[in-house]
C-alpha cells in the first residue's frame, strides 16, 4: 500500500482522478444531520489584493469546513478549507466540490478555480481547499464539498454572493430575480440572489436563538416550504420533504428487538453498491427484509448476511429502481429508512439559437451538453422529431457532446418553435423563414434615340422565374405592333420600333411579388432644320414630365443619379450659366457638374446627397437677348432611425413597446415600422412583423416568462428602411396571476364576515406575494381595502362591517406584476348573523360502548354545530365533570374530551350538552375503562378415576370491568414442578385433566382473562391428585352399530328479516337427515332456479340463501324444503327491504 503524502506536501488535483487509501478502523455512519441554516454570515474580503480563508466548525467526517454563507467583492481571491480526520477510515477520503446540485467543479481547475490537498502524517488529516482566483459575478450561487470513503459519506453546502467592488449600486429588482447561472433561454428565476444582497445590507445584530428547521418545516403549510428552503439555504427540499412526511406519520416507537436501528436514510450514486446495517438483540432471530412493503428475495444483487448481531442488507449496482423505502423486520418490530440514489442528470452547457434564414437556406442548430453519448430528444413545437421516421428532411448529427439537427433547405412550413430535451435540462430556439430577396444584377439605363430609331430597356434580375409588368409614367404599357415586352431567362427587354416624340417619358419594370421596381428615361431627340434670321433671343425648353412632381421641382432619391437635359434655343448660340443660389456651378468634372452639347446644356449630380437639395437657376445669354429659369431640387432619402424605444408594460409573455417617430422622415411620409427583438446576451436579432406596422405602440407576444429582452426599431418610407434605433432597455415578461378561485363565504356575524378562496390556478414566475381583500356596500362603486399587509393565507375575517347591510367582496392575488384580475361573488353578503339550531354530530364509533385500557390515552372529539357559538357542557352520570379528572376542550364547531391517563373510576356515561338559548341537542357516550381480571377463587379437585382428575373453581372477585372471556388450565408434576398448559380459553368453571401419568401427583393452577388478557396471579388448587397404579385389564363392551337413518328435521328454521336495499344479505338455517336430504329453496311458493341472484350453500346441514344487492322486488316469504326417502320438511319466513333514508333530512 502507498504511504500516505508526507505533511506539508501540497498537492493539485482534480476530485475525479483516483486516491490512495489510508488505514483505518471500521466505524460506524453518523446519522446525517440537517445544516445549520442560520450560521451568522461573515464580512466580505476586505483587501482585493489579499486571500481570504474560510473555515467554521463541523459535524460527521468533517473536522472544519467552510462557512453557510460569504458575500465576497469581485475582484478578490478567496479560498474555501474542508478538513477530514482519516484516522478511523479504512480508506483515504476522496473529495469532491459541486456547484449547485451537481456541476464537479473538478473539470473547471485551471487559473479560476484551483484545488489543493496536504496530508499532516503527525494528526492523520487531510485538508482541502478550493480558491477562486478573481471572483467574478458569475461565481454567485450554491455550492458543496462532499467527502466519500468507502460506504461513508458527508457533505457541506454553502453559498456565495458576489458584490461589485467600491460602490453601492441600487438593486434592480428585476434583474435580482434571474438565476445567476443560468442561460439565456433559462426562464426560472432565482430568489436567493435579492435574499443575499438584502441580508447584505442590514446592520450587525446581535445574534438570535438558533431554530430548528425541522420543527419550522413540520409546522408549516405547504405552500411555505420553498420561502423556507430559499430563506434557509436548503438545497435537497425533495430529500427533506420525504423524512418529513415519515417524521409526520411514524411515531417513535419503543422497540425490544433492536440494538440499533437502520440509518434514517442512505445516498448513493448510480451504479455503486451499498450496505444497509442494523444490530438485534437475539443474534438467532431470523429477519425479513422488505422493499416498498415487498419481501426482498437473496439473489446476486441483493446479498443479505447476518453475522452474529449484526444483520446487513447489500445491494449491488444501484439504479432508480433501488430508489425506494426499506425495512428490516424482526417479528412484530420494524426498523425503516430511505435509500436515495443519485444520477447526475445530464445538463445543456451550450444553449440554442435562433434564427432567421430566407427559404432555401440551410439551418443548423446546435447544442452542447454535459456528457458524450447522452440522450437528447428533439421537437417542432409538440411534436417529436424521430431518427427513423424524419431523415428526409432533417438529420440528426453527434459530434462528442454537440448535437446538431440539421434542415438542409427551408420552407415556409419549417417556421415555428425548436425544442432539445435532455433528463436535466431544456432550450429552445425559433426559426423564421421569409421569401428570398430579389437581386437586380444590371439595372435598366436612361436612352437618347432619335426619331423612327429602335430603343430597347434591358435588365437582369436573380430569379428567371421572376415575371413582372412595365409602367410609362404610371401607366402600365400594353404590347402593340410598334412595342413589345421579353422574358428570356433572368432578362427582361422592353424594345419600342420607330420611336416617336409621344415615347419619350419614365419607364419603370416592377417584377410581381417585390416591392421593387427599376426605372429609367427615355429622351427623345429630335432634330429640326429651320431657317430663321441670324438674331434670335435665346429660349429655354424645360420639360416638365418625368421626375417632375409639380411645376420646376425634381425629386431624386438619395444616392441615385440626377441627369437634367435642357434644351436651348438661339442664334448665335447662347452661352448658359447654371448657379445654386450665388454660387455659380462651372465644373464639368466631378459629382455636381454641367455638360454643354449643341442647343442642350446638361445638368448632372452623381451619387445625390441631402445637401444638394435646393433652388437651382440656368440663365442663357446672347446678343439678342438672355432668359433664365427656376429648378427646384427636392433630396428624398431613408428616414433617421425611431428615438426613445422603450418598454411601457409586461405579460406573461408579450410586452408592450412604444417609441418616437424619427425627427427625419427623408423627405417622404414614413410608411410604417419593423421590429427585431433579442435575448439579452444573444447576438442574433428575429424579426417581429415582415408586413410594414403603422402604429408607434406594439404589443410584441410568444415570449419566455422570466427572460431578458431587447427591442429595436426601423423606421420605414417610399425609399426605403432606416437604420436601427438604440436598443431598448432590458426588459422581462412578468405576468400577474389568474384571479383567486371559488371565493365563498365561510361564516357570518353581525359585524364580520368570513371569506375563504383556493390559489390562483396560474401563478407564473414572479410567484405570489400575497391577496388584497376588498368590499363594497351594495350600489357603490368605491372599494374599501380589509386587510393593510397582504394576506398570505387562502382565509380572511373581515371585520367592523355595519348590521344589515349588503356588501360585495372581491379578492385579488398580488406579485411583483401587479394584481390579478378580482375573483368575486354573484350576489352581495347580507351583514347578519343566522340562527341555526343546535346538532351533535356523534362520530360512529362512539353510538356504541367506547371501551379503552387502564393507562391508555382518551381522546374524543365530538363535532356539532349551531349559530350563534353554542355552549357546550360536559355530564358524568348525570353529574357535571370534575376538571382535574377529566380536561375539556370547547372551540366553535367541536368539543374535545381528554383524559391523560385513564383509571376505572373513569368508567360511566358522559353527556355532552349543546344549548342556544333555550335551544339544545344532548349525546351519549358510555366509556368502560378496563384492566386484567383477579385470580379465580376455591380451585379443587372434586374426583380423580383413570388417568383423569375432575377440576372446579369460582369465577374471580375483580372481572377487570368487562366479561370474562374464559380460563387458562396448567398442572405441574410434585416430582419435576414444571407447569404445562392443559386448557386454553376454557369458558367454564370446570374441567377435566386427562392423559395423567400413573403413579404421579399433579397440582393445579387456573389463571382468567378477559380482554385485556390473562389476571397476573394464578390460584392453585387446595389438594392434588393421584393416579394410583391398578390392574391393566381391559375389557371392552360389545360394539353395536346405531341406526343413524331419520327423517328431515330443521334443527334452526329460517327467521323473518328487514334489510336495506342495495346491502346484500343472507338467509340460514340448519336440518338434519339421513340419507341426506335433497335441498329446495323457494320464494312465494316459487322455486328458485339457476337465478345468478341467489348463492344456495350447504355446509355440513347449514343452509344458506345468499340474495346480492337485493330490490324491493326482492321483498316476500323464502321457504326451504328438505326432501329424503323417510320424509319431508319444510321451514319459512319473511323477508322485508325498504329504501334507506337519508339522515340529515330526517333530522329536519
Not at 435642357?566 to 464639368?588: C, F, L, N
Not at 427636392?634 to 424619427?662: L, Y
Not at 368539543?895 to 360511566?908: D, N, P, T, V, W
Not at 342495495?1062 to 332456479?1089: E, F
Request: aromatic share 8%; charged share 30%.
Amino acid at each position: 500500500m502507498p504511504e500516505p503524502v508526507p505533511a506539508g506536501m501540497h498537492i493539485l488535483f482534480s476530485p475525479e482522478e483516483p486516491t490512495e487509501e489510508a488505514p483505518e478502523e471500521p466505524s460506524e455512519d453518523a446519522e446525517p444531520h440537517p445544516a445549520e441554516f442560520d450560521a451568522p454570515h461573515p464580512e466580505g474580503a476586505e483587501h482585493p489584493e489579499e486571500e481570504e480563508v474560510l473555515s467554521t466548525e463541523l459535524t460527521g467526517l468533517f473536522v472544519e469546513k467552510p462557512p453557510d454563507s460569504i458575500v465576497a467583492v469581485a475582484g478578490t481571491d478567496i479560498t474555501f478549507t474542508a478538513k477530514v480526520d482519516s484516522s478511523k477510515l479504512v480508506r483515504k477520503p476522496v473529495m469532491k466540490w459541486l456547484k449547485g446540485k451537481w456541476l464537479d467543479l473538478g473539470s473547471k481547475a485551471g487559473k479560476h478555480m484551483q484545488f489543493k490537498e496536504t496530508y499532516d502524517r503527525n494528526t492523520k488529516v487531510y485538508t482541502y481547499e478550493m480558491k477562486i482566483i478573481k471572483v467574478v459575478p458569475g461565481d454567485a450561487g450554491g455550492y458543496r464539498c462532499e467527502v466519500t470513503s468507502k460506504d461513508k459519506c458527508d457533505s457541506s453546502t454553502f453559498e456565495i454572493a458576489v458584490e461589485a467592488a467600491h460602490q453601492e449600486e441600487q438593486t434592480d429588482i428585476l434583474s435580482a430575480f434571474k438565476r445567476a447561472d443560468a442561460g439565456e433561454d433559462e426562464g426560472e428565476l432565482d430568489f436567493s440572489a435579492l435574499l443575499k444582497a438584502t441580508k447584505k445590507k442590514k446592520k450587525p445584530v446581535k445574534e438570535e436563538e438558533k431554530i430548528d428547521v425541522w420543527e419550522l418545516l413540520k409546522s408549516a403549510h405547504p405552500s411555505e416550504y420553498e420561502k423556507i428552503a430559499f430563506e434557509y439555504g436548503i438545497t435537497d427540499l425533495r430529500g427533506m420533504l420525504k423524512r418529513l412526511k415519515k417524521m409526520k406519520t411514524v411515531e417513535p416507537k419503543h422497540t425490544e428487538a433492536f440494538l440499533k436501528k437502520l440509518d434514517s436514510c442512505y445516498s448513493v450514486d448510480k451504479g455503486k453498491k451499498i450496505v444497509l446495517s442494523c444490530e438485534v438483540v437475539d443474534p438467532m432471530v431470523p429477519v425479513k427484509w422488505l422493499k416498498n412493503g415487498q419481501e426482498i428475495k437473496p439473489s446476486a444483487k441483493y446479498i443479505m448476511e447476518a453475522n452474529g448481531n449484526v444483520r446487513t442488507l447489500t445491494i449491488m449496482k444501484s439504479n432508480l429502481a433501488d430508489d425506494a423505502a426499506y425495512e428490516c423486520v424482526v417479528g412484530e418490530d420494524k426498523s425503516f429508512t430511505e435509500v436515495f440514489v443519485k444520477e447526475p442528470p445530464v445538463t445543456i452547457t451550450k444553449l440554442m439559437d435562433d434564427y432567421h434564414v430566407v427559404v432555401g437556406e440551410r439551418v443548423e442548430f446546435e447544442i452542447e451538453v454535459s456528457e458524450e453519448g447522452a440522450h437528447v430528444m428533439w421537437f417542432f413545437e409538440d411534436v417529436e422529431l424521430h431518427r427513423d421516421k424524419d431523415t428526409h428532411k432533417y438529420r440528426f448529427k453527434k459530434d462528442g457532446k454537440k448535437h446538431m439537427l440539421i434542415i438542409q433547405e427551408a420552407t415556409l412550413d419549417d417556421i415555428g418553435m425548436y425544442h432539445a430535451w435532455t433528463n436535466g435540462g431544456h432550450t429552445k430556439g425559433e426559426l423564421e423563414v421569409e421569401e428570398k430577396e430579389l437581386e437586380v444584377l444590371q439595372d435598366i439605363a436612361d436612352l437618347t434615340v432619335k426619331a423612327a430609331e429602335q430603343a430597347m430597356f434591358k435588365c437582369e434580375v436573380s430569379d428567371d422565374k421572376v415575371t413582372g409588368k412595365w409602367f410609362k409614367d404610371g401607366v402600365e404599357v400594353l404590347p402593340n405592333e410598334r412595342i413589345r415586352m421579353t422574358h428570356v431567362g433572368r432578362f427582361h427587354r422592353l424594345i419600342i420600333d420607330e420611336v416617336k416624340p409621344e415615347d419619350a417619358g419614365d419607364y419603370t419594370f416592377v417584377p410581381d411579388g417585390y416591392a421593387l421596381s427599376l426605372s429609367a428615361k427615355l429622351n427623345f431627340l429630335e432634330i429640326k432644320i429651320d431657317y430663321v434670321p441670324r438674331q434670335d433671343p435665346p429660349k429655354i425648353h424645360l420639360d416638365t414630365t418625368g421626375n417632375m412632381v409639380s411645376q420646376n421641382t425634381i425629386i431624386v432619391v438619395a444616392g441615385n443619379k440626377l441627369r437634367l437635359d435642357v434644351e436651348i434655343t438661339g442664334e448665335p448660340a447662347p452661352t448658359v450659366v447654371w448657379s445654386k443660389g450665388d454660387h455659380e456651378i462651372k465644373d464639368t468634372e466631378g459629382r455636381v457638374r454641367v455638360e454643354s452639347r449643341k442647343d442642350l446644356s446638361c445638368f448632372i449630380i452623381e451619387g445625390a446627397e441631402r445637401e444638394d437639395e435646393g433652388k437651382y437657376n440656368i440663365c442663357v445669354t446672347n446678343p439678342a437677348g438672355e432668359d433664365k429659369a427656376m429648378l427646384f431640387v427636392k433630396i428624398v432619402d431613408v428616414p433617421d432611425p425611431p428615438e426613445s424605444v422603450k418598454c411601457v408594460s409586461v405579460g406573461e409573455d408579450c410586452a408592450t413597446i412604444t417609441w418616437q417617430p424619427p425627427t427625419f422622415d427623408g423627405g417622404a411620409a414614413i410608411k410604417g415600422y419593423l421590429m427585431e427583438r433579442k435575448k439579452k446576451g444573444s447576438s442574433r436579432w428575429t424579426k417581429l412583423n415582415f408586413d410594414v406596422y403603422e402604429s408607434t405602440t406594439y404589443e410584441a407576444k410568444r415570449m419566455i416568462e422570466g427572460v431578458l429582452y431587447e427591442m429595436r426599431v426601423f423606421a420605414v418610407n417610399s425609399i426605403g428602411l432606416s437604420q436601427p434605433s438604440l436598443n431598448s432597455k432590458p426588459f422581462m415578461p412578468i405576468a400577474a396571476t389568474s384571479e383567486p378561485l371559488r371565493l365563498t363565504v365561510h361564516d357570518v356575524t353581525d359585524s364580520t364576515c368570513s371569506l375563504r378562496w383556493l390559489a390562483p390556478e396560474k401563478v407564473g414566475a414572479g410567484g405570489l406575494d400575497g391577496y388584497v381583500i376588498e368590499y363594497c356596500k351594495e350600489g357603490d362603486t368605491e372599494w374599501v381595502v380589509a386587510n393593510k399587509e397582504l394576506c398570505e393565507r387562502q382565509g380572511y375575517v373581515v371585520r367592523n362591517l355595519p348590521v344589515g347591510e349588503k356588501i360585495n367582496f372581491r379578492v385579488v392575488a398580488v406579485n411583483i406584476a401587479g394584481r390579478s384580475p378580482p375573483a368575486t361573488m354573484a350576489q352581495p353578503v347580507t351583514i347578519r348573523e343566522i340562527v341555526e339550531y343546535p346538532k351533535i354530530r356523534l362520530p360512529r364509533d362512539l353510538r356504541t360502548r367506547y371501551t379503552k385500557k387502564v393507562g391508555e390515552k382518551i381522546n374524543l372529539t365530538i363535532p356539532f354545530q349551531g349559530k350563534p357559538r353554542p355552549v357546550a357542557t360536559w355530564y358524568k352520570d348525570g353529574q357535571p365533570i370534575d376538571p382535574k379528572l377529566v380536561h375539556v376542550r370547547n372551540s366553535n364547531v367541536d368539543s374535545i374530551l381528554f383524559i391523560r391517563s385513564a383509571e376505572r373510576a373513569h368508567s360511566g356515561k358522559y353527556e355532552l350538552v349543546v344549548q342556544i338559548e333555550n335551544m339544545e341537542d344532548r349525546a351519549t357516550i358510555e366509556i368502560r375503562i378496563v384492566e386484567k381480571p383477579g385470580p379465580p377463587l376455591h380451585v379443587k379437585v372434586t374426583d380423580v378415576w383413570g388417568f383423569n382428575a375432575a377440576l372446579e373453581w369460582d369465577a374471580p372477585k375483580d372481572d377487570g370491568n368487562c366479561e370474562i372471556t374464559g380460563y387458562t388450565i396448567q398442572k405441574a408434576d410434585l416430582k419435576t414442578k414444571e407447569w404445562y398448559t392443559v386448557y386454553e380459553h376454557n369458558r367454564r368453571t370446570h374441567c377435566t385433566a386427562s392423559d395423567l401419568i400413573m403413579g404421579n401427583e399433579y397440582n393445579f393452577r387456573v389463571y382468567s382473562e378477559n380482554l385485556c388478557g390473562l389476571s397476573d396471579e394464578p390460584c392453585f388448587s387446595k389438594n392434588t391428585a393421584t393416579i394410583e397404579k391398578t390392574g391393566l385389564d381391559y375389557k371392552p363392551t360389545p360394539f353395536k352399530e346405531k341406526d343413524m337413518n331419520c327423517s328431515p328435521k330443521f334443527t334452526k328454521p329460517l327467521v323473518d328479516r328487514s334489510v336495506v336495499a342495495g346491502y346484500s344479505t343472507a338467509i340460514s338455517c340448519a336440518v338434519r337427515g339421513y340419507p341426506k336430504p335433497k335441498i329446495t329453496w323457494m320464494k312465494n311458493k316459487m322455486i328458485i332456479g339457476e337465478d345468478p341472484k341467489f348463492l344456495m350453500q350447504n355446509n355440513q346441514g347449514v343452509l344458506t340463501l345468499n340474495i346480492r344487492k337485493p330490490s324491493t322486488f326482492d321483498g316476500g316469504r323464502y321457504s326451504c324444503m328438505a326432501v329424503n326417502e323417510l320424509g319431508t320438511d319444510e321451514v319459512e319466513c319473511k323477508l322485508d327491504v325498504r329504501i334507506p333514508k337519508d339522515p340529515d333530512k330526517v333530522d329536519k
